[in-house]
C-alpha cells in the first residue's frame, strides 16, 4: 500500500505538485483556517438550529419543533425494523426512554414513521419534522439509515453520549429535507499492520464512518510490519508473522546507525471471528468492509512465516521493524500464486464484500531481477520484464476472484505492464492513474495523496503537531477534493465511483492517535463525497462544524481542535 520511504522520496520528488494541489485548492475555497468571515456567510442561530453534516440537497425550515418523549413511538414497515431499532438503542442511553418499535405498514401520522417509497434510490431519504411527527422516507434499509442519523443530529448534540442526562428536553427542529449522496464509494481507511489496533476501536470507528454516512471501510490488514488476519490453512501467517521484536522510534532514518527502537514486541490480529464479528457490526451501520490483502509486494511478514514464497530463498527477514518498503517480495511462481488465492478463500468466506483489495503497490523487484529462475519464468511465460511479471501475477487473482463473483481492486501501480480486465483502481499517486483508468473503461476510487492522506501534518507549525509522515493536508483541502477530473468526458466520468480518505499508522501507535489525524478531516471529505457539487460551501461547513464538533466530543473523539481565524 502506498506509503512510508517511497512516499518520504515521493515528497522530495514531487513537493512541487503537492503545494500547487494544496495553493489552488486554498485559491478556490479560500483558507478557512486563516479568514475573517469564517461564520458570517451564514448566520449562527440557522447554523446551530440545522448543523447537518454532510449537507443535504434540499434543507427548508420550517416552524416549530418535535419533542422526543419517552410515550414516542416509532413506526416502521418490516423492511425498516432492524433500522428502528437500531435508532431506539441509540437514543435510549441519553434519553433514558424505552421506545416502543411497531411494525406499520399502514401509515401512522404521529411519532417517527418510516414510510416505505419504491421512488427514491437506495441510499436516498427524505425527511419532514414537524411538531406532530417525524416522517422519514426511502426506498431501501440504507435511506432509512441515513434519514435517521439526520435526525439525530438535529436533535440536541448529547444525544449522541452513553449516559442518561437528565433535564434535557430532546427537541427537533421542523424541517423539511430532500437528500442522496453524490457518489456510490464514500470511504475511509484504516491500516491496522503498522501499528495493530484493537477490534473496540475498529468498530468504533466504523460507528464513526456511519455518523457521517460513509459508506465503505478500507481494513489494510497486511505488510511488511505485521500481517493481522487469522488464515486457518496456513497459521504461521499470524503465529509468526503478526509479531515483530521491536519498531523503530521517531523518524525514519536510511543509516542503521542512526535508528532508534523501543526494544518492545508488537503483536496483535484479528482471528476469523473477530472478522465477523466487524464485519456484521458495518453491515448494521451500512457500511461494507474492504478487506486489503498485500501482494506482490509489501510482504515481508508472509514470507518470514512462509520461506517458501520467497523470491530470495538464501535470505530469510524477520517481521520489518523499521518503515518503508521491504525489498522481499513474493516470488511469482504457481505455489506463491496458489498459497495466495488459498489465502483469499478464506478471506471470501469472511468478507461478504463485492470488492477484495490486493494491494499491488510499491513492489521492490530487484529480488526478480537478480534471481535467475523469476528471469527464466519471466521468459517462458512470454513476458518482456518484471512489470509485465507482476502484471501476469495481479491476471491470476482477477480471474481467480472474477471466477468467484468478486472484484479486484488495487493501487494504481496495477497499471504497469497492463491493466487485469475486471480490476477496479485505488488512484492515490495524484489523478493520473485513475484518469488513465477510466479512460479505459474501468470503475476507479480516487485516493490522491494531496487531499485524502490524513497521516499527513494537518499545520505548517509541525513542532506543535504530532509526528507524521510529512506532507501537509489541512482541513479546507479536504473539502475542496474534487473527484471527478475535468477531462473526463462524461461517460467515462461514471467510472469514478467516488473516493476515500487513507490512515496510514507508521507513526500513528494507537487509537486515540488516529482520532486525531482522521477528525475533523474527515468531517470534510465526507461532506464534499456526499453533498451535490453545488452545495458545498466551506464556510457554511465550518459554522455548522462548531455544532458538529460538540457531537464529537459526546463521542469521545480525540479531534484535533481547529485553528483560530486570523483577527
Known amino acids: 500500500m502506498p506509503r512510508p520511504l517511497a512516499r518520504v522520496r515521493r515528497h522530495a520528488a514531487s513537493c512541487r505538485t503537492v503545494v500547487a494541489a494544496v495553493v489552488t485548492a486554498l485559491a478556490l475555497h479560500g483558507s478557512a483556517l486563516h479568514s475573517k468571515t469564517l461564520a458570517a456567510q451564514a448566520p449562527a442561530s440557522n447554523a446551530e438550529r440545522y448543523a447537518v453534516i454532510p449537507r443535504p440537497g434540499v434543507l427548508t425550515p420550517k416552524t416549530g419543533a418535535f419533542t422526543l418523549t419517552r410515550t414516542t413511538v416509532i413506526h416502521a414497515p418490516a423492511a425498516f425494523r432492524a433500522v428502528a431499532h437500531r435508532f431506539a438503542r441509540d437514543v435510549a442511553n441519553p434519553t433514558g426512554f424505552d421506545l416502543t418499535v411497531r411494525t406499520?405498514?399502514?401509515?401512522?401520522?404521529?411519532?417517527?414513521?418510516?414510510?416505505?417509497?419504491a421512488t427514491l434510490p437506495e441510499e436516498a431519504y427524505t425527511l419532514d419534522v414537524t411538531p406532530a411527527a417525524i416522517v422519514v422516507r426511502a426506498s431501501a434499509p440504507a435511506g432509512a439509515f441515513y434519514g435517521l442519523e439526520t435526525v439525530k443530529q438535529l436533535l440536541p448534540a448529547d444525544i449522541f453520549r452513553d449516559a442518561p442526562l437528565p433535564g434535557i428536553t430532546w427537541t427537533a427542529p421542523a424541517v423539511h429535507i430532500e437528500d442522496t449522496p453524490r457518489f456510490s464509494w464514500r470511504g475511509a481507511h484504516l491500516d491496522v499492520s503498522r501499528h495493530f489496533m484493537p477490534k473496540e476501536f475498529v468498530k468504533k470507528y466504523i460507528?464513526?464512518?456511519a455518523r457521517h454516512k460513509l459508506n465503505r471501510f478500507h481494513w489494510h490488514l497486511t505488510e511488511d510490519q505485521g500481517w493481522r488476519i487469522e488464515i486457518k490453512k496456513y497459521p504461521r501467517l499470524t503465529e509468526v508473522g503478526s509479531c515483530r521484536e521491536q519498531t523503530l522510534v521517531g523518524p525514519y532514518v536510511s543509516d542503521p546507525a542512526k535508528r532508534v527502537f523501543d526494544g518492545k514486541r508488537h503483536c496483535g490480529f484479528y482471528t476469523q471471528d473477530d472478522v465477523r464479528e466487524v464485519v456484521a457490526y458495518a453491515a448494521a451501520r451500512m457500511v461494507t468492509v474492504v478487506?486489503?490483502?498485500?501482494?506482490?509486494g509489501h510482504a515481508q511478514a508472509a514470507v518470514f512465516a512462509y520461506?517458501?514464497?520467497?523470491?530470495?530463498?538464501d535470505s530469510t527477514p524477520g517481521v520489518m521493524q523499521v518503515w518503508g518498503v521491504s525489498p522481499f517480495i513474493l516470488n511469482p511462481s504457481d505455489e506463491s500464486v496458489a498459497f495466495m488465492q488459498d489465502v483469499l478463500r478464506e478471506v471470501l468466506t469472511l468478507f461478504p464484500s463485492p470488492w477484495i483489495h490486493i494491494g499491488g503497490d510499491e513492489a521492490i523487484k530487484d529480488q526478480w531481477k537478480a534471481s535467475p529462475q523469476i528471469q527464466a519464468r519471466i521468459k517462458a511465460l512470454g513476458l518482456k520484464d518484471e512489470h509485465e511479471m507482476q502484471s501476469w501475477f495481479i491476471r491470476q487473482m482477477d480471474t481467480f476472484l472474477t471466477k468467484q463473483g468478486r472484484r479486484l481492486i488495487g493501487w494504481d501501480e496495477i497499471l504497469e505492464g497492463g491493466l487485469a480486465e475486471n480490476a477496479t483502481v485505488m488512484s492515490w499517486r495524484g489523478m493520473e492513474g485513475g484518469i488513465a483508468a477510466a479512460k479505459a473503461g474501468h470503475d476507479v476510487v480516487m485516493a490522491p495523496g494531496s487531499h485524502t492522506y490524513f497521516d499527513h501534518y494537518q499545520s505548517r507549525d509541525k513542532s506543535k503537531e504530532p509526528l507524521a509522515i510529512g506532507g501537509f493536508t489541512p482541513i479546507d483541502s479536504a473539502y475542496a477534493f474534487e473527484p471527478v477530473p475535468a477531462s473526463l468526458t462524461a461517460a467515462e466520468a461514471k467510472h469514478?465511483?467516488?473516493a476515500q480518505a487513507q490512515v496510514w499508522t507508521e507513526y500513528i501507535p494507537n487509537a486515540k492517535q488516529v482520532e486525531y489525524m482522521a477528525f475533523p478531516r474527515l468531517s470534510a471529505l465526507a461532506e464534499g463525497l456526499w453533498s451535490a457539487k453545488t452545495r458545498k460551501d466551506f464556510p457554511d461547513f465550518m459554522a455548522r462544524?462548531?455544532?458538529h464538533l460538540k457531537r464529537l466530543e459526546a463521542l469521545d473523539v480525540n479531534f484535533r481542535k481547529l485553528d483560530k481565524p486570523v483577527p
Open 104 to 117: 406499520a405498514e399502514a401509515p401512522a401520522t404521529t411519532g417517527i414513521v418510516l414510510r416505505k417509497d
Open 291 to 296: 478487506p486489503e490483502i498485500e501482494m506482490p
Open 545 to 547: 462544524m462548531q455544532t
Open 496 to 498: 469514478i465511483l467516488g
Open 207 to 209: 460507528d464513526l464512518l
Open 307 to 313: 520461506p517458501q514464497l520467497s523470491s530470495k530463498p
